[in-house]
């Protein structure tokens, strides 16, 4: 099912100096189907949910080098989420129980 992500802010591209208002974000199943402002999407799509969200919506941040020492695989992953990040390069997941704290 597509749904339109709305938000009062949608950023485009991470540090977005001109992000959109009153903007949303169509996904159809695990697809960005399109960005833009809430009303011409809505007109686009009128069968999609909606889903209303507060503040920003942004694009994922991907960390891009090793993931950063911890006692733990599990505290290296949680260290990394605290820094933002919502995505790993595979390459740098390179033991199984690194692996298993990021899934």
């Known amino acids: ?47 999609a949910r909606v889903r209303e969200w507060p503040g920003e919506l942004g694009p994922a941040l991907v960390h891009e080098g090793p993931v950063p020492d911890a006692p733990s695989p599990r505290e290296r992953i949680h260290a990394l989420l605290r820094r933002g990040a919502t995505a790993v390069l595979a390459r740098h997941l390179g033991d199984a129980e690194l692996r298993a704290a990021a899934h």
């Open 1 to 47: 099912m597509l749904t339109l992500h709305a938000a009062p802010v949608v950023r485009v591209t991470p540090g977005d100096a001109a992000p959109l208002h009153d903007a949303a974000v169509a996904v159809d199943g695990d697809r960005i189907a399109a960005i833009g402002p809430l009303a011409e999407l809505r007109e686009t799509y009128p069968r």
